[in-house]
């Protein structure tokens, strides 16, 4: 059994449909990413965990360079947002389960924008830290390409009932 396959078999037990333990430098950052955040998306700005609260993809480059592997976790999403909040309670509980195993710098990233709160104040500080995550995207990370270099399913949707395939990651050291 290799180091992490505990947590890649928490994480499946848990519900995602795929887990895998990857090397940080197979996430990849983009420029383009938070663009397409800014123009396009309408809940820009509007979440402390959407941009441009959140870090950079340069910021999150030199995060992720700061760790070595990580777990990946897929889910395909059937139009109910409330997998999306579900698949992101479970990312927060992997980084949690991870830290408590003394992986002291395990943070997670989840997918989509927030959710926790009805509404957000982007002018305080968050009413939930303890849950509350950024997604992977909302941080500059390329999402179709990390996915794509570890074969795992992600296309384009041509209209918001499709489903799809959601991402979430917790780094771990
Ligand atoms: S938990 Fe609430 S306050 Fe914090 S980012 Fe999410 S919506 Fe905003």
């Known amino acids: 059994m290799k180091k992490y396959d505990g947590y890649v078999a928490l994480a499946l037990e848990k519900g995602v449909d795929d887990a895998l333990i990857v090397d940080t430098a197979k996430v990849f950052t983009a420029p383009w990413v938070r663009m397409k955040c800014k123009f396009g998306c309408a809940g820009y700005g509007k979440r402390l965990c959407c941009p441009p609260h959140t870090p950079d993809h340069m910021e999150t480059r030199a995060v992720l360079d700061s760790y070595k592997q990580a777990l990946l976790c897929h889910k395909h999403w059937k139009k109910d947002y409330k997998v999306v909040g579900g698949f992101n309670d479970t990312i927060v509980d992997l980084e949690t389960a991870v830290f408590l195993d003394g992986y002291y710098k395990a943070l997670g990233l989840g997918s989509g924008p927030c959710s926790l709160c009805k509404t ?54």
Do not use: K, W
């Open 120 to 173: 957000c104040d982007t002018s305080g500080t968050c009413r939930n830290p303890e849950r509350a995550r950024p997604a992977m995207e909302a941080c500059g990370i390329d999402v179709f390409q990390t996915a794509r270099a570890h074969d795992l399913p992600i296309r384009v949707v041509r209209s918001h009932g499709e489903d799809r395939n959601i991402y979430g990651i917790v780094l771990i050291e």
